[in-house]
């Protein structure tokens, strides 16, 4: 189904490093598909010696079907599931480690309604694994941060987004015995400050810092002594004074109630984030159908009841 799909991408685009963008994978491997798919077939389906490129005959013959197959297969499975009844429809998501944690059980118990039963599961995993996820159909919705400046998510393919919730990207220190921060960031002292890290395999948390850290009135000597890609991990590194780390809000609330964590740098040194929900764009079984129309409910309810709020 990947394949086919890969195919039915680079016809719409007609440029491999447009149609890899879409699909949410690297060029090369998306080249890799393409040639897997027409090592499987036999033939070449893709003349590369022209820009755009086009289809060779045989990849003419291919395309209707190819869409035949794809409706078909979706067609088959919908019908299958809805046969099997909405009683044994799972709905699966794919999100973020914070928000499967902190944010996911209140979410989607407020969304919840006594005639749509809801059996899901989810798959807590870091951000290009996500996106991953839903780009491959192994999950239905998934659930990440946004931000305006950051990286771009899933702006392109057949993919549509809600703003389910928001969260706060805040710079946070252990504390000492009279609960006041082990480590400072606004005093003059020279001296390396320790630093907890988002591994690269997170990605967007880390490039959302950079922004953070770009606007700051002079460089932060901070050096890094240790990353992860769980904000969990980050957070009980923190909690044991070993250097200050940048934290959603909703992963150190209780820590900070509890004086364990103390924020520090200011308003300057914090990022208001989105949490979007997004699934595939297009025809859907009954069950996530249903839940998406809750889901943009809710979201609306939220967003009047804030503008009550700022009023």
């Known amino acids: 189904m990947e394949w086919l799909e890969d195919f039915l ?3 719409a685009t007609r440029n491999f490093s447009t149609a890899a963008t879409a699909r949410n994978i ?13 090592n499987w077939i036999g033939a070449d389906l893709v003349d590369r010696s022209t820009y755009p490129v086009h289809l060779t005959d ?5 395309l209707p079907r190819c869409q035949e197959l794809i409706r078909d297969a979706y067609r088959l499975r919908t019908d299958c599931r809805n046969v099997a009844g909405a009683s044994s429809q799972l709905i699966t998501f794919s999100a973020l480690h914070t928000l499967a944690i902190y944010f996911f059980p209140t979410w989607i118990s407020t969304i919840q309604v006594p005639r749509l039963p809801l059996r899901s599961s989810m798959d807590a995993a870091d951000f290009l694994e996500c996106i991953e996820n839903l780009s ?7 659930l990440t941060y946004d931000h305006p400046d950051g990286p771009p998510v899933l702006k392109t393919g057949p993919f549509e987004s809600l703003q389910v919730g928001s969260d706060r990207l805040i710079l946070v220190s252990g504390t000492d015995e009279t609960g006041k921060p082990i480590f400072d960031v606004d005093g003059t002292s020279d001296a390396e400050i320790p630093y907890l890290a988002y ?5 967007y948390l880390g490039k959302l810092i950079s922004l953070i850290r770009a606007r700051w009135r002079r460089p932060l000597n901070l050096t890094t002594v240790y990353q992860s890609s769980l904000a969990e991990s ?5 909690v044991a004074g070993r250097g200050v780390a940048w934290l959603p809000q909703s992963c150190v609330r209780k820590s900070i109630l509890q004086g364990e ?3 520090i740098g200011g308003q300057q040194m914090t990022l208001e984030m989105e949490v979007r929900v997004f699934r595939r764009a297009g025809s859907m079984q009954r069950e996530n159908d249903a839940l998406w129309k809750l889901m943009a409910q809710s979201a609306e309810k939220r967003i009047s009841r804030d503008a009550a709020i700022t009023r």
């Open 136 to 142: 491959s159909s192994r999950c239905d919705f998934t």
């Open 261 to 263: 964590l103390v924020q």
């Open 199 to 203: 591994s690269w395999s997170d990605g």
């Open 234 to 238: 980050i957070k009980h590194m923190a």
């Open 58 to 62: 045989a990849g003419n013959m291919f």
């Open 26 to 38: 690297s060029q090369p491997a998306f080249s890799r598909r393409i040639k897997s798919l027409e």
């Open 9 to 11: 991408e680079i016809v």
